[in-house]
């Protein structure tokens, strides 16, 4: 899980792991890891979920953190369209140093409607360069557990 900070990584992991939402903010130091087993409809995957520490500064970001890894998930907050900006840099970085690896894009915090600040073209203009591009909320659930069922299938194959 990547993106900047107070994005909602932390939230979204705990909406998927243990299916609650708390309103009291816990900033991440370092990694925090979790593990959640997902039954797809032909098999069983075990993530394993590195939540990153959010930085807006994605030169801070450790990328030695992601040696390894299968694919990944980045965060952006619905109503801060500067954390997109963060999203679509921390991608890029991840793939010069990585490599082309399956990645999905959430846009969390969907039930603060009334202060939603990033445009529909703009999501549909990453949907159509092929990117996965999903709408979440932590705090109702919405697109949560499809989003992290969606990366388990597209890492596992």
Known sequence: ML??????????????IDSVFSENYLTTVGVKIDKKVVTLSDRTVNLILWDMAGED?????????????AGYIVVADGTRPSTL????????????????????LLINKHDLLDRWAIADNELEALSRKGWSVRITSARSGEGVEDAFTEIAARTSR
């Open 3 to 16: 993106g900047g900070f107070s994005v909602g990584k932390t939230t979204l992991i705990k909406r998927f």
């Open 57 to 69: 500064d994605v030169a801070t970001v450790r990328m030695s953190y992601l040696r390894g890894m």
């Open 85 to 104: 900006d963060v999203a679509l840099s921390l991608r890029e970085r991840v793939e010069a140093d990585h490599g082309p690896l399956p990645f999905t």
